[in-house]
């Protein structure tokens, strides 16, 4: 089993890093940056795209900082010949920095897949009462994104749009979950802060003042449904006792269900329930396992500002690249499959 993982870690540095002897299955990975407007926002948000590369385009680390290592990539390099899959990428809660998908975007794109990353607006501790609106918005981002990509003529010259998924962590998994078919039930959600809830962004609301039961009922229950997408991936999706029941037995695509840590009694719910829906459970990941890699100085340099180092703490036998070796594999498999059914 170790020599097992090792040799996962080994093909996923490989794969996410512009090394110069690519497998013959890798290529390199270009970024470039995209903008347009979602209709229900009606104003425009950022999306990245990820995509096999040719060797041109500038050098650059995506998402460096102080405490999280940056993605090796080449900014507006040529496409590489060839047609490919896409994925809709959603990353984060609400507050998450969707810069910290930047691992598996590179991971799935040296695979050969054309990868959108949604980046949802960034909010502040002053955006609450804007924010409940976030969990029925996002889903569309997600299908925004897939609707530039298509109608750009360039891009959609090696889009192979028979083979389009959502994948998605967090409330990004929700939206994952919401494109494909499941809506969310307006008086389960109302409750989902009730008075036993640690949920963090139910003690923003709270804090702020936030009042669940005053949600539309009429917008937190609406169909997502995009049938352009063939396979969802949800990784710790957020609200996932919230869904409405019939709703989840209606799904008809693959679903590929990821709960980090030793116990995820809502996901298997949703594994019961979602016809066509595997669930791989990681027991020794976290879910700061989802973001990207720490820097060796990120933890003295957390705790010299008076902030918690949990976000680079992982399972105690398996670092983060190893973790994320098996998050990125798991993905890979249940496009492949998914796009075989």
């Not at 347009?36 to 995509?51: D, N, S």
């Not at 995009?226 to 869904?243: G, H, M, Q």
């Amino acid at each position: 089993m170790k020599i097992r993982r090792l040799f996962a870690v080994g093909i996923f540095l490989l794969l996410t890093g512009n090394v110069a002897s690519h497998a013959e299955s890798s290529y390199r990975v270009g970024l470039r940056t995209l903008a347009a407007t979602v209709p229900e926002r009606g104003k425009a948000i950022e999306f990245t795209l990820w995509y096999p590369a040719k060797q041109d385009g500038r050098s650059e680390l995506f998402g460096d900082s102080k405490i999280f290592k940056g993605v090796p990539v080449r900014r507006t390099a040529s496409f590489a010949d060839g047609i490919f899959p896409v994925v809709v990428l959603a990353h984060g809660g609400l507050r998450a920095n969707p810069g910290l998908a930047g691992w598996l975007a590179a991971y799935l794109a040296a695979r050969g897949n054309f990868v959108v990353s949604v980046h949802a607006p960034q909010l502040t501790e002053t955006d609450a009462a804007t924010a409940i609106a976030e969990v029925w918005l996002r889903p569309s981002d997600v299908s925004t994104a897939l609707s530039t990509i298509e109608a750009d003529p360039v891009v959609a010259a090696h889009l192979n749009l028979d083979k389009v998924a959502a994948v998605g962590f967090f409330l990004g998994g929700t939206s994952a979950l919401a494109v494909v078919g499941a809506r969310l039930d307006a008086d389960r959600y109302k409750r989902s802060c009730g008075q036993s809830s640690t949920d963090p962004d139910c003690k923003w609301f709270a804090k702020n003042g936030i009042d669940l039961h005053k949600v539309d009922d009429k917008a937190i229950s609406k169909s997502h449904l995009d049938p352009r997408i063939k396979v969802a991936v949800a990784v710790n999706p957020e609200l996932s006792t919230s869904f409405a029941t019939e709703s989840l037995d209606e799904i008809k695509v693959p679903v590929q269900l990821i709960g980090l840590g030793r116990t995820n009694p809502d996901l298997a719910v949703l594994h019961e329930r979602i016809p066509q829906a595997r669930y791989a459970a990681i027991s020794d990941a976290t879910p700061f396992s989802a973001f990207s890699q720490c820097t060796p100085k990120a933890s003295t340099i957390l705790a010299e500002e008076g902030e918690d180092d949990a976000i680079c703490r992982d399972g105690e036998n398996r670092s983060r690249e190893e973790i994320q070796a098996e998050i990125g594999g798991i993905i890979e498999a249940a496009l492949t499959a998914g796009f075989r059914e």
